[in-house]
């Protein structure tokens, strides 16, 4: 198992990952989308 990071997003609070390969299985995380900032944008949309 690895945990991945992808470039440009903030870091992770605590342990969290934005992904885990296991095998041959690609596990995803949940992201909330953030502008420069750091504010949550979209906040209340669900498309």
């Known amino acids: ?5 992808v470039a440009g997003l903030v ?3 605590s342990h969290f990952s934005d992904a885990v390969v296991a ?4 596990y ?3 992201l909330v989308a953030t ?5 949550v944008v979209g906040q ?3 498309v």
Request: charged letters at 40%.
């Open 11 to 13: 870091e992770p609070i």
């Open 35 to 39: 502008d420069e900032r750091g504010e």
């Open 23 to 26: 095998g041959k299985t690609l």
């Open 1 to 5: 198992m690895r945990t991945l990071r």
């Open 28 to 30: 995803v995380s949940g």
């Open 44 to 46: 209340g949309d669900v």
